[in-house]
Nanobody, 116 residues
Framework: QVHLVESGGGLVQTGGSLRLSCAAS????????IGWFRQAPGKERELVAH?????YYADSVKGRFTISRDNAKSTVYLQMNSLKPEDTAVYYC????????????WGQGTQVTVSS
């Protein structure tokens, strides 16, 4: 089992940057795929990026967001550059064991607001 806590959200202007952190507690952190999701008001939750041995990015964030992990610190980061108002959402990190489809563990979320 793993417990996730996000941090790093805030208010930023269009074109600005933020770095989100997802700190995990529990065993075998390196065995988990970690994903970043976001949910804007009135919209469905969407997968933004995930990382295990490789990375995945949604088309909407490719070239602007970078996901990385530090297994020694049990932390995954989401560096967000060139932010746009449409990136405004609550961002959640989630975890699943490698080879498992369901995202079984979720953080509480952190708000990102991009002003125009």
């Amino acid at each position: 089992q793993v417990h996730l806590v996000e941090s790093g959200g805030g208010l930023v202007q269009t074109g600005g940057s933020l770095r989100l952190s997802c700190a995990a507690s529990g065993r075998s952190f390196s065995s988990y795929t970690i994903g970043w999701f976001r949910q804007a008001p009135g919209k469905e939750r969407e997968l933004v990026a995930h990382i295990n041995w490789s990375t995945y990015y949604a088309d909407s964030v490719k070239g602007r967001f970078t996901i990385s992990r530090d297994n020694a610190k049990s932390t995954v980061y989401l560096q967000m550059n060139s932010l746009k108002p449409e990136d405004t959402a609550v961002y959640y990190c989630a975890a699943r064991l490698a080879g498992i489809i369901d995202w079984n563990y979720w953080g509480q979320g952190t708000q990102v607001t991009v002003s125009s």
